[in-house]
């Protein structure tokens, strides 16, 4: 595979064909999303979503998690979130989680994560302590865990109170081609048909 042959296809196929639609992107960004997911390869968020530049505004990290309002722990995500809401104006938030999440089976069962990775252990203790075994329960906690999380910053529960926001919970299943949503904090997940 050969990444740099892979951009000149692109260039090639996709900008140069569509020269305008690239060129007013330099004008600026007014996504409507702020997606957050975990940075596992087999999530690739514009293709899931069907959507094109300009249009997702995305943080990942392993295990889609992010820290209360305060926290000092993870800096450039808080500040992400900040950046989304308050200046950009983000209409939907989505904390996006997934089947097989690595992150999710090493924090259900720590001991196998080498103790040469000091980071890591720091920031799975980061995340919700489960009380189960149960993967797809620990990940549906993890995700509800997050948006609560949310709701930590004012302004972010300011405008979900007024309904100017919207916070989503997905779980996505990419070796089924299946999303169970979580429409709203602490709810029940069901499959996205519901919401065609
Ligand atoms: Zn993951």
Same mark, same amino acid.
């Given at each position: 595979m050969s990444l740099i042959h892979n951009f000149n296809a692109f260039r090639t196929q996709e900008v140069l064909p569509k020269a305008n639609f690239y060129k007013e992107l330099k004008k600026g960004q007014a996504p409507e999303t702020l997606f957050i997911t975990c940075? #596992?390869?087999?999530?690739?968020p514009n293709l899931v979503t069907g959507t094109k530049e300009g249009e997702l505004f995305v943080i990942r990290n392993a295990g889609n998690a992010l820290p209360a309002? =305060? &926290? $000092?722990? #993870?800096l450039a995500t808080s500040a992400t979130i900040e950046y989304a809401v308050l @200046?950009? =104006? @983000? $209409?939907r938030i989505i904390v996006c989680g997934h089947a097989h999440c690595g992150a999710i089976l090493a924090r259900s069962? +720590?001991?196998? @994560?080498? +103790?040469?990775c000091g980071y890591l252990h720091d920031y799975l203790n980061t995340m919700p302590q489960f009380k189960g075994k149960d993967i797809e329960e620990n990940i549906k906690e993890n995700i509800r865990h997050q948006v609560n999380n949310l709701l930590t910053y004012p302004y972010v529960k300011e405008a979900f109170e007024k309904n100017e926001l919207n916070l989503r919970g997905w779980l996505y299943h990419f070796d089924e081609g299946n999303l169970e949503v979580m +429409? &709203?904090?602490?709810g029940d997940f069901s499959s996205w048909e519901a919401y065609l």
């Amino acid at each position: 595979m050969s990444l740099i042959h892979n951009f000149n296809a692109f260039r090639t196929q996709e900008v140069l064909p569509k020269a305008n639609f690239y060129k007013e992107l330099k004008k600026g960004q007014a996504p409507e999303t702020l997606f957050i997911t975990c940075s #596992d390869s087999r999530i690739l968020p514009n293709l899931v979503t069907g959507t094109k530049e300009g249009e997702l505004f995305v943080i990942r990290n392993a295990g889609n998690a992010l820290p209360a309002y =305060g &926290e $000092k722990t #993870d800096l450039a995500t808080s500040a992400t979130i900040e950046y989304a809401v308050l @200046v950009l =104006g @983000v $209409k939907r938030i989505i904390v996006c989680g997934h089947a097989h999440c690595g992150a999710i089976l090493a924090r259900s069962d +720590q001991s196998q @994560v080498p +103790q040469s990775c000091g980071y890591l252990h720091d920031y799975l203790n980061t995340m919700p302590q489960f009380k189960g075994k149960d993967i797809e329960e620990n990940i549906k906690e993890n995700i509800r865990h997050q948006v609560n999380n949310l709701l930590t910053y004012p302004y972010v529960k300011e405008a979900f109170e007024k309904n100017e926001l919207n916070l989503r919970g997905w779980l996505y299943h990419f070796d089924e081609g299946n999303l169970e949503v979580m +429409q &709203e904090p602490n709810g029940d997940f069901s499959s996205w048909e519901a919401y065609l």
